[in-house]
């Protein structure tokens, strides 16, 4: 199993770490407010709280937090995340949900990459999951689908073995540059909730058929 430690502290953190201590990971709980990282750990029961700033216990270092920050908390963190698996999960969606903010041809995990340091590997994953269905798991016996896309092979075996412990399918689309695809979804997943599903209770998957 994996160690992870898990920056934020919000839906999707507390989604990702509940399923990832249940499929036996070790879990360590990072954010800027002490007293709500402790009552994370706590409520979720056999994970660790972290000091945020310092080195991360993990081997793998998942970005739960608004794309707006997770860049300057890579850059925060600096050489402590040499070594890292960086698991980016933002969706870096402009305010009116008809775009990105991020620059022309590149992607948040392209520029979350640009503030790594030499020997970390970012990864993006996740962001097609919302958080309470990522909760809930399987849906009508079916696994959900985790896209994920990278340039290190090495990282996303690693990546693929952890979602693989969540009780989730692994589905590597590319490298790093096809998380802009990924990032669409996520647009296009918002398009869906405001125009035709009305609801976030979905997930878009790959259904094989031969």
């Known amino acids: 199993m994996s160690s992870i430690s898990i920056i934020g502290l919000g839906n999707m953190a507390g989604a990702l770490a509940d399923r990832a201590l249940a499929g036996g990971n070790a879990v360590e709980i990072i954010g800027r407010d002490p007293a709500k990282a402790t009552e994370l ?11 945020a700033g ?12 608004p794309y707006g920050s997770a860049a300057a908390v890579v850059s925060e963190y600096g050489d402590a995340l ?3 698996v960086i698991i980016d999960i933002t969706n870096p969606v402009s305010p009116d949900f008809q775009g990105f903010v991020t620059p022309d041809g590149s992607s948040g995990a392209q520029e979350i990459a640009k ?21 809930a798991g399987p849906a009508q ?17 690693r990546v693929s073995a952890f979602i693989e412990s969540l009780g989730l399918r692994p589905m590597d689309i590319g490298q790093l540059p096809m998380a802009r695809a990924l990032e669409n979804v996520g647009l296009l997943q918002l398009g869906l909730v405001a125009h035709s ?11 094989i058929l031969s």
């Open 115 to 135: 503030a790594a340091p030499a020997g970390a590997h970012v990864v993006k994953a996740f962001n097609t999951l919302f958080s309470h269905v990522l909760a």
């Open 54 to 65: 310092a080195a991360p216990a993990g081997d793998i270092v998942i970005l739960a937090v």
């Open 141 to 157: 016996g079916r696994l959900l689908d985790a896209f994920i896309a990278g340039d290190d092979t090495q990282a996303k075996a």
């Open 82 to 84: 040499h070594g890292k």
């Open 41 to 51: 750990a706590a409520a979720l029961g056999g994970a660790t709280v972290g000091t």
């Open 197 to 207: 599903v009305k609801h976030t209770n979905f997930f878009l998957g790959v259904s």
